[in-house]
């Protein structure tokens, strides 16, 4: 089964270092999706992107971050330069052209800033 | 943006027992949605409602679109042990943004 696939599953980093979290994305979707779920609390969106471009950001994604589609396959998050409570577990998720609610996510990509 | 409270918080149920949570919102949602949430996993998909006053079932699940589109409510039938987790709605107006409830923890006693 088609599957969301996120790299690194843990990563440690110091405050103010920059980081890239990696998502492929299933193969034929359209949509791409940020979320993050602090430890203990819910699932915040962070950014949806579509046709190449960001369709909707949410007040978490500042100009810190950053959302590419370098090829056809990854679509990464970049966190210049991360702070303390940017520590949390980053969902990639994707959807084709169906409805919103058949929207798939990966196992997410726990960060801890040091 | 928008605000959508879950109740309950946590829960403890028997094995068999037939739960019950819910999610109302502060605005309306053309879509709602069920999500399960296990320990250091995504959430997976559990039931998608796009109509007011849906109900739709899925196995031992049933979930319902509220008729003034502000709320849902889950139902698990005769809970197993393999329904632990932590469940979350989500609600949405397009195709890019989900707004998720803080969830319900659920722990069944064997």
Redesign the interface.
Known sequence: EPEVTQTPSHQVTQMGQEVILRCVPISNHLYFYWYRQILGQKVEFLVSFYNNEISEKSEIFDDQFSVERPDGSNFTLKIRSTKLEDSAMYFCASKSYSPIGELFFGEGSRLTVL | ?QQLNQSPQSMFIQEGEDVSMNCTSSSIFN?W?WYK?DP??????LI???KAGELTSNGRLTAQFGITRKDSFLNISASIPSDVGIY?C?G?L??????????TTVTVRA
């Not at chain 2, 397009?94 to 969830?103: E, I, P, Q, T, V």
């Open positions: 943006g879509t949605l949430q250091g996993e995504g959430p997976v998909l998608a409602l796009y979350f989500a949405s397009n195709d890019y943004k989900l707004s998720f409830g803080a969830g």
